[in-house]
């Protein structure tokens, strides 16, 4: 198929009629950043991505989760290489998953303190379905977001798995639950429907 240029500087333009949106998802990475032997690193997923958008304006790029833990390198740096290599790649969402739990969740917050020094995913968080010892959502995980591409607004609707809080330690869970995906499916959709006219 026909290639359209390509810049990880592109800016959106609110008049580019875009016809379909293209959706690239990325999970279970693991902390994998270069390829060897059997396993693909993430250093080809933006090779990958590049070489196959038909148009630059309609790319929507979600990583779903198991993307830090793994690998002795991202380990020793806790995920900080993967943050990296996700901003590089422009992603606009980054839905928790059950191994972002590994190191505890404070050692994931720090990917949103605002302090550059220690790294800062430049996307979202996503987790509607998380909350606290409190029964609260942490402030700093999003239920969902909006990203503009072209003249489309896309939501982008976060949840990890029912029933996954057997999958992580007790320690590593650190006090946090998981509410019913179905629920937060029902209230977060009309939300971006209704309120946010995606």
Not at 97 to 120: A, C, I, Q, R, T
Not at 154 to 174: P, T
Request: charged share 25%; glycine share 10%; with cysteine.
């Amino acid at each position: 198929r026909s290639k359209i240029s390509y810049s990880n500087k592109l800016e959106n333009d609110p008049n580019h009629d875009v016809d379909s949106i293209e959706i690239f998802q990325l999970n279970d990475t693991h902390g994998a950043y270069y390829t060897e032997d059997d396993v693909t690193g993430i250093a080809h997923v933006k090779t990958c991505i590049n070489q196959n958008i038909e148009d630059p304006y309609s790319v929507v790029k979600i990583a779903n989760g198991d993307m830090l833990q793994g690998t002795a390198f991202s380990n020793m740096l806790l995920g900080e290489p993967g943050i990296v290599a996700l901003n590089e790649m422009h992603f606009d969402a980054f839905t928790i998953g059950n191994h972002e739990f590994d190191w505890s969740l404070d050692n994931l917050k720090v990917y949103k303190d605002g302090d550059l020094s220690n790294g800062e995913l430049n996307c979202p968080f996503l987790g509607a379905n998380i909350i606290d010892k409190d029964g609260k959502r942490p402030d700093w995980i999003e239920p969902y977001t909006v990203v503009e591409k072209g003249n489309v607004k896309v939501g982008i609707l976060g949840l990890i798995g029912d029933g996954l809080e057997s999958s992580i330690s007790k320690v590593a869970l650190g006090g946090y639950s998981f509410t019913s995906t179905f629920d937060a499916v029902d209230k977060y959709t009309k939300i971006l429907k209704e309120e946010e006219k995606v």
